[in-house]
């Protein structure tokens, strides 16, 4: 070993040594790294040691219902859209809710719908302004109107509109811009006690009226309108995108059932009124994340009160609930049947797969196996040799020539969870029994993205120290855990509690269920020696084997 390479490993010897003592609890050093208390006797040394990834077909379907849609801080995201390409075929993205009246509500005599709105919120990147420009335009972005409706009453009006793209994950230029978002009204009583209606791939959610349709550019709007004679505010709407309902639904529906007990409380009404769902017509485009609990239906109406004697007629609003209360489900489809993945799906073995398809939203993990004489042969170099482990790395490369990327999602965008993944008596996946790695328990980065270079392309590094140690060395020399176990990895990433100091909630809560991510990695390729995927393990001896 060169000089520099001495030093080289050196370094890096220090620096994992450094980050274990920083998380190891235990006031004296176990086997990471007890020969580095022998005088000169620290020699480092690393193997990248082949071992066996394969695809787990998780059959399109995925928990997907508020539980599973779980978002960091206890709040839901949904997914909209449809995105088509050769590698995955065909994903897309629905989206069901029930909704509630209001806690208390008065619609006064004679009322009348004027207009029925549903606002869907997405994040937007308003760092790039491009402000709407509309007719008798006095700056940008705002324009006036004469006889707006003010209370009773009609005023010359300010309104102020600016735009900005979403975030979305797809295809882009004019072709892919717009999709037709749908609003139509559940059917089916939505009970969220009944498993069916926790999965994806929930057959028992029928439709019935077209509430109403937008066609959406891939833009959301923000709307202010002050009066211009003193400038104080009539209208504010915040960032979102809006869709005008079915008016005359709504009267017959919500309106005309003043008083009866179909409106009086919620098991009543969800049963009345089943819910909506939202979904797209077009089968190609983008996916879109949005906000489910920050979404509005808003009613707009007229009618009479009574004050003191005197009847008038004024504008009122009923804003719907539509949030954490409510039943929510996101409904994926898929059409694979021209695409790579679906071609390779029926040659899908646990001995190990040439190439992985990675994707969130119910597509396939990965699972990974080390096999058994690998972690022999660590063992005995840890036995004989005084070996101890100071770092262990997944390393998985890139299928670059079959994975999406775009300007919104690039690959340093794309998030992983990696856990145990235990199985049953019969051999089959025990999703229950899920458990954080010994590494993620431990603190450590999980992973590490790596660019292309030269003629290396992208990988990650995925961290696994203490769960090959604990499997080759065990905590007092003797070896533990089931090395036959896999490791299961997911896109994603491990949903956290803000009222646990931001820890997850546990293995089994992640992203997955909403990440639009995929990507095509480099399996147990063995005609591709250099590039397939490895365990790097770097160790220290004492006699320099």
Do not use: W
């Not at 050196?10 to 007890?34: K, R």
């Not at 005995?380 to 079959?402: E, H, L, P, S, T």
């Not at 090959?468 to 956290?496: A, H, R």
């Amino acid at each position: 070993m060169t000089h520099t390479l001495k030093r080289t490993f050196a370094m890096l010897l220090m620096a994992v040594f450094g980050s274990a003592l920083l998380y190891n609890c235990e006031p004296d050093p176990d086997s990471l790294g007890q020969q580095l208390f022998d005088k000169d006797a620290a020699n480092a040394h690393e193997l990248a040691l082949p071992i066996i990834a394969y695809n787990i077909n998780n059959n399109d379907s995925i928990r997907s219902d508020a539980l599973g849609l779980l978002a960091t801080g206890g709040s839901t995201v949904g997914v909209l859209g449809a995105f088509k390409e050769g590698q995955f075929g065909m994903q897309k993205a629905s989206y069901i809710t029930q909704l509630r009246m209001p806690a208390s509500f008065d619609f006064g005599d004679n009322p009348v719908v004027d207009s029925v709105v549903m606002v869907i919120r997405t994040p937007a990147n308003t760092a790039d302004d491009t402000y709407y420009m509309a007719d008798k335009v006095v700056a940008p972005g705002a324009y006036d109107k004469d006889d707006f409706p003010v209370g009773n009453d009609k005023a010359t009006v300010s309104i102020e509109k600016k735009t900005y793209p979403i975030f979305k994950y797809g295809k882009d230029g004019d072709a892919f811009k717009s999709m037709k978002i749908n609003v139509n009204e559940v059917t089916s009583f939505l009970d969220a006690g009944k498993t069916e209606f926790t999965r994806s791939t929930a057959s028992g959610v029928t439709t019935g009226a077209l509430l109403g349709s937008g066609v959406f550019d891939g833009n959301v709007s923000s709307v202010v309108i002050n009066k211009k004679s003193d400038n104080t505010p009539v209208f504010e709407a915040k960032l979102g995108f809006r869709i005008n309902l079915d008016k005359t639904f709504f009267q017959q529906k919500i309106l005309d059932q003043k008083g009866k007990p179909v409106l009086q409380d919620a098991a009543n009404f969800t049963r009345y009124f089943n819910g909506i769902k939202l979904s797209v017509e077009e089968n190609d485009g983008y996916l879109f994340q949005f906000s489910p609990n920050d979404m509005q239906l808003i009613m707009y109406y007229k009618s009479d009160k009574t004050v003191n004697g005197t009847v008038t007629r004024s504008r009122e609003t009923i804003n719907f609930d539509l949030g954490s209360n409510n039943f929510h489900l996101g409904q994926y489809t898929y059409d694979r049947s021209t695409s790579a993945l679906g071609n390779a799906i029926p040659t899908f073995t646990k001995d190990g797969d040439s190439r992985i398809y990675l994707q969130g939203m119910g597509g396939p993990s990965m699972g990974v196996k080390i096999p058994d004489n690998i972690i022999n042969d660590l063992r005995d170099n840890f036995k004989n040799n005084k070996a101890a482990i100071v770092g262990a790395r997944i390393r998985v490369y890139v299928d670059m020539n079959n994975t999406f990327v775009n300007a919104q999602s690039t690959a340093a965008n794309r998030k992983f969870t990696l856990t145990n993944l235990p199985y049953d008596k019969d051999g089959k996946m025990d999703y229950s029994k899920l458990a954080f790695t010994s590494d993620t328990n431990a603190g450590f980065p999980l992973y590490y993205y790596y660019a292309k270079k030269d003629d290396t392309p992208e990988y990650y590094d995925i961290v696994v120290t203490k769960t090959i140690k604990n499997i080759v060395e065990g905590k007092d020399g003797t070896p533990t855990l089931d090395p036959n176990d896999p490791l299961l990895f997911n896109l994603g990433t491990f949903v956290k509690n803000p009222q646990n100091n931001g820890n997850p909630y546990g293995a089994r809560y992640t992203s997955r269920a909403t990440d639009m991510n995929r990507v095509v990695l480099i399996g147990s390729d063995s005609s591709n020696e250099q590039n397939r995927i490895k365990l790097v393990v770097t160790y220290s001896t004492a006699n320099n084997k």
